[in-house]
């Protein structure tokens, strides 16, 4: 089955001590992004990757980082957390521009991630 | 730059009833649009896009979107809702060939409660 895995599904942990959120997919995607979901924010993307060893900037990046070591994995690693990331993570992977942006994304299910 | 507004954080109707979820977005040239849907703690699922072609696009349970250039708008309609309807549902564009940057920009959601 065609899917994007998020491991953990949720996450409590304290301020400071570093986690890594892990994301993989099967569908051979060169396109792989994660969001972070608030409400009345809507989703909002902290990094994505064009490939492999190629990762940029989103639009909320700070106390994030992201590597992609192999096509198929995307962790999202933060080295100190501070409540305010507290919040809902989804990685999305997809098939890449050109024609490959009429495609949307696959989701993963998601990671409810608590920094106390 | 590209944005994606959803006027209302939340929609009420009751079953049977048609249903309208409102979307409208701003960005540079004919834009990919696209509707999801997230049902309690799980990630967003895809229901439909429009790419080209009929302004009028069927999805998954049942739904439709229309998309409207003029009024740049592409809101998602039911003809019956159904109580099982009730999620949170996102609207998201993408800009096309825009050189593999594959960047889908999210609306708020608005949350659809169906009542019995």
């Known amino acids: 089955e065609a899917q994007v895995t998020q491991n953990p599904r949720y996450l409590i942990t304290v301020t400071g001590k570093k986690l890594t959120v892990t994301c993989s997919q099967n569908?051979?995607?060169?396109?792989m992004s994660w969001y972070r979901q608030d409400p009345g924010l809507g989703l909002r993307q902290i990094y994505y990757s064009m490939n492999v060893e190629v990762t940029d900037k989103g639009d909320v990046p700070e106390g994030y980082k992201v590597s992609r070591k192999e096509k198929r994995n995307f962790p999202l690693i933060l080295e100190s957390p501070s409540p305010n990331q507290t919040s809902l993570y989804f990685c999305?992977?997809?098939?890449?521009?050109?024609?490959?942006?009429?495609?949307?994304?696959?989701f993963g299910s998601g990671t409810r991630l608590t920094v106390v | 730059a590209q944005s994606v507004a959803q006027p209302e954080d939340q929609v009420n109707v009751a079953e049977g009833n048609p249903l309208t979820v409102k979307c409208t977005y701003s960005v540079s040239g004919n834009p990919y649009l696209f509707w999801y849907v997230q049902y309690p703690n799980r990630g967003l699922q895809f229901l439909l896009k429009y790419i080209t072609g009929d302004n009028l696009v069927k999805g998954s349970y049942g739904f439709e979107a229309e998309f409207n250039k003029s009024q740049t708008s592409f809101h998602l309609k039911k003809p019956s809702a159904l109580v099982s309807d009730s999620a949170l549902y996102f609207c998201?564009?993408?800009?096309?060939?825009?050189?593999?940057?594959?960047?889908?920009?999210f609306g708020a959601g608005t949350r659809l409660a169906v009542h019995p």
């Open positions: 999305a992977s997809s098939q890449t521009g050109g024609t490959g942006s009429r495609y949307g994304y696959t």
């Open positions: 998201a564009v993408r800009r096309p060939f825009s050189g593999g940057y594959n960047k889908l920009i």
């Open positions: 569908m051979n995607h060169e396109y």
